[in-house]
C-alpha cells in the first residue's frame, strides 16, 4: 500500500492541478492527510461511497495521464541519470585530483539541472 500511496502522491505532484478543486482535496486530505474514507465524508457532509468514488476517478485520471504523458517516468530517469553521472565524476575526481575542480564545475551543474 505504501507504494501505491508514493507512486499517486508523485503522480499527483506532476499531474495535480489537471484535477477538479473537489478532486485535489479529496485526494490531499486522503494520501497526504492521512485521513480516512469515513472521516472525509463525515467532514464533508457526504457518503463514504461518494468520497471513494472521487478518489477513485482522481487516480485513474492520474494514471492515464502519465501513460499518456509518461512526465513522472521521464523525471525518475532524469534523476537516475544525474545521480549515475555523478557518481563517475567522483570516482574520476579520486583518480585524478589535479583535475578536482573541473570535475566540481561539472559536478554543480548537474546539482542545478536537479529538481
Do not use: C, W
Request: proline letters at 1%.
Amino acid at each position: 500500500m505504501k507504494d501505491k500511496a508514493f507512486h499517486m502522491t508523485m503522480l499527483f505532484d506532476f499531474y495535480g492541478d489537471l484535477l477538479t478543486d473537489r478532486q485535489k482535496e479529496f485526494f490531499d486530505l486522503y494520501y497526504n492527510e492521512d485521513l480516512s474514507l469515513a472521516e472525509i465524508a463525515e467532514n464533508m457532509g457526504m457518503t463514504r461511497q461518494g468520497v471513494r468514488d472521487s478518489i477513485k476517478r482522481s487516480e485513474e485520471t492520474l494514471l492515464v495521464l502519465e501513460e499518456k504523458l509518461g512526465l513522472a517516468d521521464k523525471f525518475g530517469q532524469m534523476e537516475k541519470a544525474i545521480t549515475g553521472a555523478e557518481h563517475i565524476l567522483n570516482k574520476l575526481k579520486a583518480k585524478y585530483p589535479a583535475d578536482a575542480i573541473q570535475f566540481d564545475r561539472i559536478t554543480d551543474l548537474l546539482g542545478s539541472v536537479k529538481l
